[in-house]
């Protein structure tokens, strides 16, 4: 069986830019929440996107299932928490949440799958070894 991986938390506060004229933040802005939290958790690993993406290969999101469940509102500071689950060599799926820890409210749940591709061949390709080695 496949071990579960806690990220780290991952803080953000809402800014203007995120929100709507009533100061409720914009459905998609959550996708971008959770975005950050999972690039952050690459950061952490010692994973670069960028010296990966020189070598044309690329983390890719297979599917995406969001619940919504109480809206985020403007100044809000809160958490993305994340856990990672390996699937397979070339595939992981993350479970996260958004809360406020000011009231322990859950604002969105997601299950995210994301796999790894050789993008000059459009194929699967095995993680890096630093993030095998998690799992």
């Known amino acids: 069986m496949k071990k579960d991986f806690k990220c780290n938390d991952f803080p953000l506060t ?52 969001l619940r919504y469940l109480s809206p985020a509102k403007l ?13 397979s060599k070339a595939r992981l799926l ?3 949440q958004i809360i406020n820890p000011k009231n322990d409210t859950i604002i969105c749940r997601g299950e995210i799958e994301v796999c790894f591709l050789d993008l000059a061949k459009n194929k699967p390709k095995s993680f890096p070894e630093k993030l095998l080695k998690i799992f």
């Open 14 to 65: 809402v800014f203007c830019e995120d929100t709507d004229f009533q100061g409720i933040v914009y459905h998609a802005n959550y996708l971008k929440f959770f975005e950050r939290a999972r690039t952050q958790f690459l950061i952490d690993q010692n994973i670069s996107q960028i010296s990966l993406s020189s070598s044309n290969l690329a983390f890719v999101i297979r599917d995406i299932n």
């Open 94 to 96: 993350f479970y996260q």
């Open 75 to 87: 100044e809000d500071r809160l958490i993305v928490s994340s856990t990672v689950r390996s699937i």
